[in-house]
């Protein structure tokens, strides 16, 4: 019984250093967190809660018109 009560301990104090530690990564990556990424953007990363890490796609190259 010690046993469960010590990983249960462990893993309470745990789970909000591990969701820190994802949106601390997409903030580094320049993405945001959001439910669902745009047509525009692209997943990069996984954050707390579900949530998608979503960046802006940029073009390859200069799109001109003639």
Excluded: Y
């Excluded at 909000?16 to 530690?21: D, G, H, S, T």
């Excluded at 903030?27 to 692209?42: R, S, Y």
């Amino acid at each position: 019984m010690r046993t469960f009560l010590f990983l249960f301990a462990v893993l309470f104090f745990l789970t909000p250093a591990k969701n820190a530690f994802f949106d601390e990564r997409c903030q580094k990556l320049k993405g945001t967190c959001t439910d669902h990424c745009k047509k525009n953007e692209e997943i990069i990363a996984l954050c707390q809660k579900s949530l998608k890490c979503c960046l802006t796609v940029q073009p390859c190259g200069k799109i001109t018109e003639d």
